[in-house]
């Protein structure tokens, strides 16, 4: 049975979609977060919701392709004159005694 052109551009272009999707709802990369000798690896993680460090860091790289937010609270939330800390992609970032230790992170919005 043979197919035509268009029916398999088609399916060829619906499966493309379909990748499209199932990649939009994930980051790509690692986010790695160091308290002292340990390490802990968040590989590929939802780009929607809080994420949360177990305890917390003291220094963070984002190793994924989309930027993030830091937080020094465990429910992504700024503390009263708090602040939050922007890390681009690519970046690294160590907490200082001013803003304590990070303990959640979002993904900021592109």
Sequence with gaps: ???SRRLAALCGM???GIALTACEDQASGVIEGRKGTTVQTISNPPIDGCHRFVGSVEEVH???GS???LYTTPDCTVPKNGDSKFLGTGLSDDAV????L???FTFAPG
């Design 1 to 3: 049975m043979r197919v």
């Design 14 to 16: 619906a499966l493309f």
């Design 62 to 64: 984002n190793r994924t």
């Design 67 to 69: 930027d993030i937010k």
């Design 97 to 100: 005694a001013s803003t304590g």
């Design 102 to 104: 990070w303990q959640s």
